[in-house]
């Protein structure tokens, strides 16, 4: 654009050569990639160009503001008189979104990745508060605090352009009082410090630059021009539990305590208190972002983002599940009817890997497979100390107390594991990543009741909580089934 080229050319003394318009992202705004040699010296600067000079006040000013208190964020560095264009450093192409896309596509993260995850989730306290404080909250746009009306809005959001695109029959009233409610016990949540609430605080607004010190990356923030004062809990509850970030639970309570401590020099708090107080705005986000699903998908005709409508809903199962909103039962009844609704519980199987597991007896033979397959691991726990012989544990089974302190004490069976789940770990990334929907792991045994049961046992609760994967464990020679 002209007006960007004019920018470039005042702020650096030469002509911009190249000019390339970057991938927008869901908002109005366009980025420009402007270049030019420079006598072998190269010269790359980001070109915006936003057709609300509000938006773009609010984006300089907070930038300028986040430099000054030494916050990692990328410098603006001209900005044209009407307000329409400016022109900002450069911090190349690198998102964490786009770097952890391995573990997301699998649900299962490097030690890389986690830690990128990790450094960035110890530095949101920083940008919240530090960031925070003196901030002149007057510019944000379009306005300075989350207040009532921006949870109303939400709210209503998530009621007409998802839940009544759905079918289901709603009691105004009824939902009215429960909005009303969940409202002022949002609006408790805030403290007296000044905190800025990034508001869209998520891998894709992450860049990544190669650390000065070591071979390390180090995140830069981006996007923070619809941010505002508010509760810092909004922030994690975005990050965290973003829809598609398919973050293991094992990862999300990680994350969530990397971002406890590093809120302790701002806020001091409980954690029981903490993950209370987090649980409602898990829910708030979880409702703003299906609203903005369902109208991005259903109103806008974008249908990748009714692609990410199942990920959003499998977050909202799993917080009911944990522990109902029995605070507001009306909503509490309608969201649970929603997460059952058949649409999406079909998106949601045919999105999910099913990994089938059993214990049994070799000398009632291996397993059938169901799945058109052929069959899967099988592995043999007879060279495991066998609690069986022993009168005393005869009548107990692989999930009793007693056989289960005789295999840890008495065994090699944590060592043998070991080497089962390095085995099974790389098979269900690769599957997941392969788009394939089944897999089979059988433990066998002499008898089918304490060391492959124990074996099994454990494989699906390490499947489980290591990965976005449906768990099926079947211990054919006791009879029971169970579910993940």
Avoid at 129 to 155: H, K, N, T, W
Avoid at 337 to 346: A, G, P, T
Avoid at 411 to 439: M, P
Wanted: glycine share 8%.
């Amino acid at each position: 654009m002209k007006e960007l080229e004019v920018l470039f050319e005042q702020y650096t003394g030469v002509k911009a050569e190249k000019c390339e318009e970057l991938p927008s992202s869901g908002s109005n705004r366009r980025y420009f990639r402007l270049q030019a040699g420079n006598n072998g010296k190269p010269i790359s600067i980001i070109g915006a160009f936003g057709t609300s000079v509000d938006e773009n006040k609010a984006f300089i000013t907070i930038d300028r503001h986040f430099l000054n208190k030494g916050l990692p964020v990328p410098e603006v560095l001209a900005v044209s008189d009407n307000g329409v264009f400016y022109i900002q450093e450069d911090l190349g192409d690198v998102t964490l979104f786009n770097t952890v896309a391995s573990g997301r596509e699998s649900g299962s993260f490097s030690v890389q990745e986690k830690e990128l995850l990790k450094r960035t989730v110890a530095l949101l306290p920083r940008l919240q508060f530090e960031g925070g404080a003196g901030l002149d909250y007057s510019v944000c746009y379009p306005q300075p605090e989350f207040d009532e009306r921006m949870i109303s809005f939400d709210l209503n959001y998530f009621k007409y352009c998802f839940l009544k695109t759905t079918g289901l029959e709603i009691k105004e009233i009824d939902l009215y009082e429960d909005f009303k409610h969940f409202t002022q016990d949002l609006l408790s949540l805030s403290v007296k410090q000044d905190v800025f609430m990034y508001r869209d605080f998520q891998a894709r607004n992450v860049m990544l630059r190669k650390s000065s010190y070591g071979d390390g990356w180090d995140p830069y923030f981006i996007d923070f021009q619809g941010g505002r004062k508010g509760p810092f809990y909004y922030d994690l509850a975005s990050f965290v539990w973003q829809a598609k970030a398919n973050y293991p639970d094992e990862l999300k309570d990680e994350l969530v305590h990397i971002y406890m401590e590093a809120l302790k020099p701002y806020v001091q708090i409980g954690e029981e208190e903490f993950r209370k107080n987090l649980r409602l705005f898990l829910l708030f986000r979880t409702m703003q972002v299906l609203g903005a699903y369902g109208f991005r998908g259903y109103f806008e005709k974008k249908p990748h983002f009714l692609q990410s409508i199942p990920y959003a809903m499998d977050n909202l199962r799993k917080l009911l599940a944990k522990a109902p909103f029995v605070e507001y039962p009306y909503l509490n009844s309608l969201l649970t009817e929603l997460s059952q609704m058949r649409q999406f519980n079909d998106l949601r199987k045919q999105a999910k890997l099913v990994v089938k597991i059993f214990s049994f007896a070799y000398k009632k033979g291996i397993p059938a497979d169901d799945s058109g397959n052929g069959g899967g691991y099988v592995f043999d726990c007879r060279d495991i100390e066998n609690p069986g012989k022993y009168d005393h544990f005869k009548h107990f089974t692989g999930l009793d107390s007693e056989v289960i302190k005789f295999l840890e004490e008495n065994s090699t069976v944590g060592e043998y594991l070991g080497h089962v789940y390095e085995l099974a770990d790389a098979h269900v990334k690769k599957y997941i990543e392969r788009k394939f929907t089944s897999l089979m792991f059988s433990f066998g045994c002499t008898g089918g009741q304490h060391r492959s049961v124990y074996c099994a046992e454990h494989l699906a609760a390490h499947i489980s909580k290591r990965f976005n994967v449906s768990v099926v464990l079947v211990h054919r020679e006791l009879g029971i089934n169970k579910e993940y």
